[in-house]
């Protein structure tokens, strides 16, 4: 299946849609079926699964941007400390996750991991 991004302003991703390969061998002929299928909205963006080793180096999540330079899709940041990674287009903590098999999550007031308990 080929998988289209829909985009609106400032190219977030407002739906992602998919198609039988058949009738999107190329992503040109993928946006003209969308097209054709949605009254002629022009914005469409072809999405790829998150394993393929395409360059739009994620897979495209509704509220999303597709950033054109980069020509890859970048989901919105989690938190303000988090800074996007320029090679990966995935945003990344100031302090890594911990590797001790334990569930935490982010505590953006001290920049850190912490166990759910510790909030």
């Not at 097209?35 to 963006?45: A, I, V």
């Not at 303000?80 to 911990?98: A, G, V």
Request: charged share 30%; hydrophobic share 30%.
């Amino acid at each position: 299946m080929a998988e289209f991004a829909k985009l609106g302003l400032n190219s977030k991703v407002l739906s992602v849609h998919m198609l039988k390969d058949e009738l999107a061998p190329t992503e040109e002929e993928g946006i003209k079926v969308l097209m054709d299928l949605h009254n002629n909205y022009p914005f469409w963006k072809q999405s790829f699964p998150k394993d393929s080793g395409n360059a739009r180096k994620n897979e495209a999540t509704k509220g999303a941007t597709y950033d054109e330079d980069r020509d890859a899709f970048i989901r919105k940041q989690p938190f303000p400390s988090w800074t996007l990674n320029e090679d990966t287009c995935i945003w990344e903590p100031p302090t890594p996750y911990p590797d001790d098999d334990l569930n935490y999550g982010w505590h953006e007031a001290s920049k850190q991991w912490k166990r759910p308990d510790q909030f």
